[in-house]
């Protein structure tokens, strides 16, 4: 980080900066840093001001610490109880680095005193939100899973310094496997129009601690990183065992939570980075009560980081997924506003430089003349996700939200455990819950044996197309088997030449992101357009009708309405068409094929199906189905059904796919993560809608 330090007052004074914010009486803004892999703590002061959207965060050459409310999410036109918390930033005027020792030894080793008060959400009420949300959402279609957030509460005296600078000791002796340790204290700007604080975020003042195991994004030298974590092990009073955890890395809901955020976050890196993302590890971090399992994901990016954050508006591990939908269950759900719950901090700083433990050699050096150019985009980012956190409000209350992730498996008193065990260890920095036993006297859980080995198991299951380096679009002077070959030796190599014109349209759910990318490394030029902003159908050589939220026998929702619409123009012009999952589900409707709910949800379920006579290992996000059965006689004014479509259904009579003259759909998601014959289907299903030949190297 860039730093300007003020001369000490005193010769004897070594932590100068330190000193100040511990001897402030709440009117200086400061904020304590102890971020992963660094035995330093980061005091950073300087002065606060309000911005309206991320694209106005203050990139003028100072180092810049944002706090982004959830309320942000309006940027992209999700729905959300808009609490008015402002996007609070601290730049940055100095700072110092303090060798942890010294700043455990200066901060207040005991908690200040805070009167419990309970969960806002009785267990039993929380409990029922659970099954309303499995029932209501996931059982209608509505999306792969969700997250519902209640908050812990008490209520302290205490000063806001004292009181942050105590937690903040308390976390970083006590907690481990954090990504960010934190306080921060932001007054509201004395001028500058700043809005006035809501009640219920933090008052008038900012002020908040916390230990996030989640990195949500950094930007480092046009290398962006993710870092989905799903999946909870929660560990016994007695502490964590190595039977414990074996059992948690083979349960099956716990496995499929992973790969659902994983595939979330795939979506957005695909937006992100022009060659797509890659799928690094996974990994399991521990922490002092808890252990979750993560994976990393990577890929290069050009655009201005605060772009950047804004395209990766929020993470699905504290949210839902697809994320559209998921804003919009989370406000049937929740009552109060989440304030900065789920939100992030994002430090900001110039140069384009930082420590990053995640850096590696092959893929974050430049080339001659790559270096980024001065301005917004050669600043690095940093940016955890606001969960582990306690806000100290104006009026004393302390608050504490968790969260739980809600799938089709989910037992709803196990979800009450999880945001308990998930509240706990910042409320045990608080000293509201007793600490127990410290890090010393736990095991570690990836030194045991057969954690490794349950780890790997788990990437048996994963597209080798997106654990591939990937390589940018090709161009229209580019071969599509020139990029096939150098992105991935085991994927499909189109016959024709780069050029085709495909236009990918989206209905809520950025999938289609990821479609694209693999439409683009097949040797076509694909475009992402959402579904109410299409003018025309016909123009391109190929349409692709991408997935959604919904039911597809709802015909008064204006996205089902237009995908019928969409398939009869293209099918009447006797255009190219391919439909996925939502929309292949309405083509089988037109089609004649009943639609029907399954027994049970397949949200992020990877199954092996018959697709034409070839077994597909295929990804399944759905909770409707198409049945196969004997059609009436075709409808005259039907065009749909006058292309007597060849279907292809699995063992159940599920309708796995369907084809015909120009025309191809498909159940599964090509394009997830879990789709291990993903890409090869894609392949021989557009060659099918395109009239090109066969690909013979599409044989596996």
């Not at 499929?256 to 795939?266: G, N």
């Not at 050096?365 to 790559?370: L, S």
């Not at 065009?639 to 159940?652: G, H, T």
Request: hydrophobic share 40%; with cysteine; charged share 20%.
């Amino acid at each position: 980080m860039s730093r300007t330090h003020r001369p000490a007052t005193s010769a004897t004074t070594r932590h100068p900066l330190l000193d100040r914010v511990l001897a402030s009486d709440g009117s200086l803004p400061f904020a304590l840093l102890r971020r992963h892999g660094v035995a330093e703590v980061e005091v950073l002061v300087g002065e606060v001001a309000d911005a309206d959207l991320l694209g106005d965060i203050p990139l003028d050459g100072a180092p810049v610490l944002a706090v982004v409310p959830f309320r942000q999410a309006r940027e992209r036109g999700f729905t959300v109880h808009d609490d008015g918390a402002p996007l609070r930033c601290l730049v940055v005027r100095e700072s110092e680095r303090v060798p942890l020792p010294d700043a455990v030894a200066a901060l207040p080793p005991e908690s200040v005193a805070a009167e419990p008060l309970g969960f806002d959400i009785p267990d039993d009420e929380y409990a029922g939100i659970v099954r309303r949300v499995i029932d209501d959402e996931i059982g209608q279609g509505a999306g792969a899973n969700f997250v519902v957030m209640r908050r812990f509460e008490a209520r302290t005296g205490a000063a806001p310094v004292p009181a942050l600078t105590s937690w903040f000791r308390a976390l970083i002796t006590h907690e481990v496997g954090s990504y960010w340790t934190f306080a921060v204290h932001a007054p509201a700007p004395a001028t500058g129009g700043a809005r006035p604080m809501p009640a219920d975020p933090a008052g008038g003042t900012l002020s908040l601690a916390g230990a996030t195991p989640e990195r949500h994004l950094t930007v480092r030298d046009g290398v962006a990183r993710m870092n989905p974590i799903s999946g909870t092990y929660r560990h016994p009073v007695t502490g964590p065992t190595r039977d414990g955890v074996l059992e948690f890395l083979r349960d099956t809901k716990e496995n499929e939570e992973l790969f659902m955020v994983v595939d979330e976050e795939m979506k957005m890196m695909s937006a992100l980075c022009p060659g797509g993302g890659r799928i690094v590890g996974p990994y399991l971090k521990q922490m002092a009560r808890l252990s979750h399992t993560e994976y990393l994901l990577e890929g290069r990016t050009t655009l201005d980081p605060r772009e950047a954050l804004r395209l990766t508006m929020f993470a699905p591990t504290v949210t839902g997924s697809p994320m559209e939908n998921a804003c919009t269950v989370i406000a049937r759900h929740e009552t109060r506003p989440r304030g900065y719950y789920s939100g992030f901090l994002a430090l900001f700083e110039p140069g384009d430089v930082g420590s990053d433990p995640d850096r590696r050699a092959d893929d974050a050096g430049h080339g001659p003349g790559e270096r980024p150019e001065a301005g917004p985009r050669a600043y690095s980012l940093d940016a955890p996700i606001l969960i582990r956190t306690a806000y100290l409000h104006d009026d004393g209350r302390v608050s504490v939200p968790a969260g739980a992730t809600l799938v089709r498996h989910s037992v709803p008193e196990h979800e009450v455990e999880e945001t308990r065990a998930k509240a706990a260890g910042v409320l045990a920095s608080l000293g509201l819950v007793p600490r127990g036993a410290g890090p010393d006297a736990v095991i570690d859980l990836n030194a045991q044996p057969g954690v490794a080995e349950a780890l790997i198991a788990r990437n048996r299951q994963l597209a080798g197309f997106w654990v591939q380096p990937q390589e940018a679009a090709p161009t229209t002077t580019t071969t599509a088997t020139t990029t096939a070959t150098t992105a991935d030796p085991d994927a499909p190599e189109p016959s024709w030449p780069t050029g085709r014109s495909v236009l990918v349209v989206d209905h809520e759910d950025q999938f289609t992101t990821m479609l694209a990318h693999q439409l683009r490394h097949l040797g076509m030029n694909a475009r992402v357009i959402r579904w109410d902003a299409v003018d025309d159908v016909l123009a391109d050589d190929l349409v692709v009708l991408g997935p959604g939220p919904g039911d597809p026998r709802d015909r008064e929702d204006p996205r089902i309405a237009a995908i019928a619409r969409r398939i009869h123009e293209r099918v009447t012009a006797g255009r190219p068409l391919l439909a996925v999952c939502l929309s292949h589900q309405v083509l089988a409707g037109l089609a004649g094929f009943p639609i029907r709910a399954l027994p049970a949800p397949r949200q992020g379920v990877r199954l092996e199906a018959d697709v034409f006579g070839t077994t597909a290992a295929v990804g399944y996000y759905n909770t409707f189905g198409a049945r196969l059965t004997t059609l009436d006689a075709a409808d005259a004014d039907n065009p749909v059904a006058r292309l007597a479509l060849e279907p292809s259904a699995d063992a159940n009579g599920v309708l796995t796919a369907l084809r015909g003259p120009g025309v191809a759909s498909v159940q599964g998601h090509l394009e997830s993560v879990l789709s291990a014959d993903g890409i090869t289907v894609l392949d021989a299903l557009t060659r099918h809608v395109l009239g090109a030949p066969a690909n013979p190297a599409a044989t596996r």
